[in-house]
């Protein structure tokens, strides 16, 4: 009891002399009396009172300033009806924030208990163990931990079974099995070096190294650019937390000197498939932002070359900020940064999770990752159509005849690297690639095929062949969200029934009426899950076991596809309505909703086909304004990065990468940092009302200067304005499904299906008029109709 009051008295002296009279929020004088009970209230700042973790809290006292001084001697707090002294009681951004720790794990009762009145406030909590899981369901095993190659630190042992990863003692010696990674937490100090312009380790022995960079703040000060580097786990996965700090700082003191209160955490990209803890990577320590006083924070959990859970993604991500927030304050304000994986995370997170971001960078985004499932599953299917089943068409020997199907931009001058195998082997090819060759080849068995996938170290797992029991697939992945069949079988989320390939380019007269029929016919779908077999080269083995016989050459994956038999259709697929729900229901589809500003930028990448194809940030904006009405929140910027007039001689390896151009992101941060100070000056108008000037659609040259901007710069890509200047100079491309009638968003998984008599009197092929037997073929291909995409997605939940 005494502990708690002595504790409590000298801070509320120091709230006085500092005059920080006006920490809480409130206003008017005392309304205390020797008879009235005072009206304080408590309220959780590290994160949702049902959602703490790690069994800590920071919290804050609201009510009235000079009412809490005259009564701060009288004020304890209990949890759980005990008297409790805060860990830490400080004022920061005219609030008050008190750490306090002792809460069990699973229900607390937290009090803000006065000695004559009793109790004033309750708050009821929910803690959790700080390995988690909050709310994204049973945890995933086995578990590939990586903190030996990524921190050279063994994980902790904590299990007495046979599954897990070795845990060797300083002499190499097995100790144990470590089934959930954990490790202790630790802290390194770096510094910037002006002589190489990279990290490099602080001198133990607090010497100051002559190559030690400065570094300028955004407050104007110049300081040592010194950072400490907090790691550890949280949820499984590793964190980093970096922030600027002084020469001669403690391991174990969280300074806040330098720290301008901005909070940037930096998301990752990458596909993969889980059972693994993930990788660390040097942009958790961004210069650009670190150097200004920001924050940065991390964790392997949210790089998606780890895992696509996004469920799990998210969790994890309120739970690294809140101890971030536990440990350094609440920051002014918190903004993300990442690309393709991490701009989708920023979109479905600030869907998901209120609250967690204020403000986002998405680059090379997409809306979200399940979604592109539904038009990137067709590359295949299509390439081996075209390579394959009508490899005699010359038209599919064109580079640029392969658009009309798939939609993706061809580049005569980008080789498929397997058209000399193909030709030798006798299928068809083209001198160019269409974007699904580079780009995409090899994504469909990853995310598709239970048999093909690995995690990194997963070698060393005990018992030996723990791993083959794993099924490498998304679905899999995501079983705690999308569920089994009731006999076990994966849930597949891949639809193609009704979708007429190619019927765009037959409206328009670029392929024939029986082109566009033999397709249809002969286009086929995936099988099941569980009928797939392993992945043949160049997914595995080499061209010397393909001229062996020792494996087949099959880049499409042909023997997991349902084909024809010469006297039917090929048998299209029918995807899981439940797993589709699901996605829809957990959050796993952006389904538009943003309510904090983003700005989306990309390089221009389309002449290199890279998988970051552009209409990507119109599919998301058509969805915000589907849900929205408007999509006053979301600024697309391109950054141009086409090879310019004086490279255009240059053999194409030895131009430099597009991403070596300028970098926008940096301009993006500082125009977010005025539009959320905006929204906090102004809280009572829209997002979009709060915009500043340069908060506008854009698009630059490869030297970062700005061509053209304004609200109609990308006019004619989602509606049928006449080309904006930015929309004419980059152009964007379609996909498959587009090219089968399908709108931008891309997020009909399951498309409504109307009779083929209905579609032959709306319209939907044109002025084309059929002949019976044609009828019949069509009647044959789609004898449950085809697709009608005026009606809404049959995947989504019905109300």
């Given at each position: 009891?005494?502990?708690t009051r002595?504790?409590?008295?000298p ?7 500092l ?6 929020s ?8 020797n008879s009235?009970?005072p009206?304080?209230?408590l309220a ?6 049902d959602q703490v ?6 919290i804050?006292?609201?009510g009235?300033?000079?009412l809490?001084e ?6 304890e ?5 005990q008297?409790?002294?805060p ?11 008190v750490?306090?720790?002792g ?11 006065h000695k004559k009145h ?5 708050l009821d909590?929910?803690n959790?163990?700080i390995?988690?899981?909050i709310f994204?369901?049973p945890?995933q ?11 050279g630190?063994?994980?902790?042992v904590?299990?007495?079974g046979?599954?897990?990863?070795p ?6 010696n097995q100790?144990?099995l ?12 770096k510094?910037?070096?002006?002589a190489?312009?990279?990290y490099?380790?602080l ?13 300028s703040?955004?407050d ?5 650019f010194i ?9 499984r996965?590793?964190?980093s937390?970096?922030t600027?700090?002084n ?26 498939i ?5 990788r660390?990577?040097n942009?958790?320590?961004?210069p650009e932002?670190l150097?200004?006083?920001?924050a940065v924070?991390?964790?392997t ?9 996004l469920q ?5 991500a309120?739970m690294?900020k809140?101890h971030?927030t536990?440990r350094?304050g609440v920051?002014d ?12 995370q ?14 986002g960078?998405?680059?090379y985004?997409y809306?979200?990752?399940?979604t ?10 299509l ?7 009508d490899k005699?068409?010359a ?5 640029e ?7 993706f931009n061809?580049?005569?001058?980008y080789?498929?690297p397997l058209a000399?195998?193909k030709?030798m082997l006798g299928?068809s090819?083209a001198?160019g690639s269409?974007?699904?060759l580079p780009?995409w080849r ?6 598709m095929?239970p048999?093909y996938?690995?995690?990194?170290n997963?070698e060393?797992?005990q018992?030996?062949g723990?791993?083959?029991s794993?099924e490498w697939?998304?679905f899999d992945d ?9 006999d076990g079988k994966?849930r597949p989320?891949f639809?193609?029934?009704g ?15 029986e ?8 286009i ?8 797939m077999?392993q992945?043949s ?10 001229l062996?016989g020792?494996i087949a050459f ?10 024809s038999?010469?006297?039917s259709p090929?048998p ?5 309505t439940?797993?589709?729900?699901a996605?829809y ?7 538009g ?5 983003m700005?989306d930028w990309?390089h ?6 890279d998988m970051?194809n552009?209409?990507q ?5 058509q969805?915000?304004?589907n849900k929205?009405?408007?999509?006053d ?5 391109f950054t141009?990065a086409?090879p ?6 240059t ?5 430099p990468?597009?991403?070596?151009e300028?970098?926008q992101?940096w ?6 940092h005025?539009w959320v100070?905006?929204i ?5 108008v ?5 915009k ?10 490869h ?15 989602i509606?049928?304005q006449?080309?904006g ?8 491309y379609?996909?498959?499904r ?5 709108p931008?968003e ?9 009779p083929?008599a ?10 084309w008029?059929?002949n019976?037997t044609?009828i019949?073929r ?6 449950d ?8 997605d049959q995947g989504r939940?019905q109300?």
């Open positions: 009891m005494k502990s002595r504790l409590w008295l801070f509320a002296v120091s709230m006085l002399a005059g920080l009279s006006g920490c809480l409130g206003s008017g004088g005392s309304s205390s009396s009235s009970k009206d304080l209230s959780v700042l590290s994160s949702s009172a973790s790690g069994g800590d809290v920071l804050t006292i609201q009235d300033p000079a809490l005259e009564e701060m001697d009288q004020l707090f209990w949890i759980n009806d008297t409790v002294a860990s830490r009681l400080r004022v920061r951004n005219n609030q008050l924030e750490l306090l720790d809460l069990e794990t699973g229900d607390n009762r937290l009090e803000l208990q009793g109790r004033l406030d309750q909590l929910v959790y163990p390995g988690g899981p994204s369901g945890q095993y086995p578990f590939v931990c990586s903190t030996v190659q990524e921190l630190k063994q994980p902790l904590d299990t007495d046979e599954m897990g990863y845990v060797l003692d300083e002499g190499g100790i144990g470590s089934k959930d990674c954990a490790i202790e937490s630790f802290v390194e100090f510094y910037y070096s002006s190489t312009n990279d490099k380790p001198p133990a022995d607090g010497s100051r190294p002559a190559d030690l960079a400065t570094t703040l955004t104007g000060r110049t300081v040592d950072v400490r580097q907090e790691f550890g786990t949280i949820n996965f590793i964190y937390f970096a600027l700090a020469l001669g700082d403690q391991h174990d003191t969280a300074s806040t000197a330098n720290w301008n209160g901005r909070l940037l955490f930096h998301f990752l990209g990458g596909v993969a889980g059972h693994s803890q993930g660390m990577d942009r958790a320590l961004v932002v150097g200004k006083g920001y924070i991390y964790s959990a949210n790089r998606t070359s780890t895992h696509y859970n799990l993604a998210g969790e994890t309120l690294v809140e971030f536990k350094f920051p304000y918190t903004v993300a940064i990442g690309g393709s994986g991490g701009g989708i920023q979109y479905v997170f600030a869907q998901n999770h209120p609250g967690l971001l204020d403000a960078v998405p680059q985004s809306p979200d990752m399940v592109q499932i539904i038009h990137v599953g067709d590359c295949e299917l390439e081996h159509y075209m390579d394959v089943t005699q068409n038209k599919w020997r064109l580079t005849n392969r658009s009309l199907l798939i939609g061809s580049e005569e001058d080789p498929d000399d195998a030709a299928f090819t001198p269409n974007e699904c780009a090899g994504l469909t068995p990853l995310v095929n048999h996938g690995q995690a990194r997963q060393h797992m018992p030996p723990i791993m083959d794993v697939s998304h995501l079983r705690n969200i999308y569920g089994t069949t009731e994966l989320m639809d193609n029934v979708v007429q390939y190619g019927l765009r380019a037959f409206v328009d007269s670029e392929i024939t009426a082109e566009f029929l033999k397709l249809n016919e002969e086929g779908g995936w099988k099941d899950p569980s009928e077999v992945e080269f160049p997914f595995l083995g080499s061209e010397a076991d393909v062996a020792r099959d880049p499409w994956s042909r023997a997991n596809m349902n084909l038999n010469g006297t090929a299209r697929t029918t995807g899981d439940v797993a589709f729900n996605a229901s957990a959050g796993m589809v952006f389904d909703q943003l309510d904090i500003p700005i990309r221009y990448l389309e002449e290199v086909l970051h552009s209409h940030s119109f599919s998301g904006r969805r915000i304004r929205m009405g408007h999509s929140n979301q600024v697309i910027w141009d086409r310019t007039i004086a490279r255009a001689d053999p194409r390896q030895d131009r990468r597009p991403r070596d300028f970098d992101s301009m993006a941060l500082d125009v977010l005025e100070m905006n906090k000056a102004n809280p009572d829209s997002v979009a009302e709060n500043p000037a340069l908060a506008v659609d854009s698009c630059f040259d030297q970062g200067q700005l061509i053209e901007r304004g609200d109609d710069v990308w006019d004619g890509i509606d049928d006449p080309l200047a930015c929309a004419e100079l980059f152009p964007t379609t996909t498959s587009m090219e089968a009638g399908g931008i891309g997020s009909i998984f399951k498309c409504a299906l109307k083929v209905t579609a032959l009197a709306d319209g939907t092929y044109g002025s008029e059929p019976p044609q019949a069509l009647e044959a291909i789609h004898p109709g085809v697709c009608d995409y005026s009606q809404p939940p109300s």
